[in-house]
């Protein structure tokens, strides 16, 4: 397994703010996402976070909105743009460590609040 | 476009009554499936894959291609089984995508 830590744990934004959430893996990873779960949904996928290249973003989700960065295998950035109530939501990172199973572990999560 | 369904937003079950979560996927490819559980003020972890045909916390699940299922069963529900569940289905990419999830609530 990974340890993975994500930072805040929770904020609470004025509309119209950013932030940016940092996601920390305690070993090298090839592959990082980053997932939404809003208020009593499901986890959506966001984005995958490629190292050295620019983020895959999923259908409804864009890059100006929710820019990505993976400066080196064990770190990735989540920013939420421009914020609105609509965005809160939880934010989760998760890393697929390549096994066998191709399973992923999932961080904390960062409860977001917008205003 | 693959897609995860679980039918079955809240299981209210009896201490030790058998539990029975139900998941169904549509998906092209060959699935990889997998079950997540979420404990109150946890995050997020794996329970089960599909893969490995193991038993995990009196947990199984058994891959039905033909009905397109993935159901999670526990013959004996304990109340730290009170959690939400989701299924979840890998895709090209290593992709994870989850269906709606499904709150258990074991009453004593």
């Known amino acids: 397994s990974a340890v993975i830590s994500q930072k805040p744990s929770r904020d609470i934004c004025q509309r119209g703010t950013s932030l940016t959430i940092q996601c920390q893996v305690d070993?090298?990873?090839?592959?990082m996402f980053w997932y939404r779960q809003q208020p009593g949904q499901s986890l959506t996928l966001i984005a995958t976070?490629?190292?050295?290249?620019?983020?895959?973003?999923e259908s409804g989700f864009v890059i100006d909105k929710f820019p990505i960065s993976r400066p080196n295998l064990t770190f990735s950035t989540l920013t939420v743009s421009n914020m609105s109530p609509e965005d809160s939501s939880i934010y989760l990172c998760?890393?697929?460590?390549?096994?066998?199973?191709?399973?992923?572990?999932f961080g904390p999560g960062t409860r977001l609040t917008v205003l | 476009a693959q897609r995860v369904t679980q039918p079955e937003k809240l299981l209210s079950v009896f201490k030790g009554a058998p539990v029975e979560l139900k998941c169904n996927y549509s998906?092209?490819?060959?699935?990889?499936l997998f079950w997540y559980v979420q404990y109150s003020r946890q995050r997020l972890q794996l329970l089960l894959r599909?893969?490995s045909r193991e038993s995990i916390k009196g947990f199984t699940a058994d891959l039905n291609k033909g009905e397109t299922s993935f159901h999670l069963k526990k013959p004996f529900a304990q109340e730290e089984d009170s959690a939400m569940y989701y299924c979840?289905?890998?895709?090209?990419?290593?992709?994870?995508?989850f269906g709606g999830g499904t709150r258990v609530l074991v009453k004593p």
């Open positions: 998760s890393v697929d460590l390549g096994t066998q199973y191709n399973e992923q572990f």
């Open positions: 070993s090298q990873v090839t592959m």
């Open positions: 976070a490629n190292q050295g290249s620019e983020a895959t973003y």
């Open positions: 998906y092209s490819g060959s699935p990889e």
């Open positions: 599909h893969i």
């Open positions: 979840a289905l890998r895709a090209a990419g290593n992709k994870l995508t």
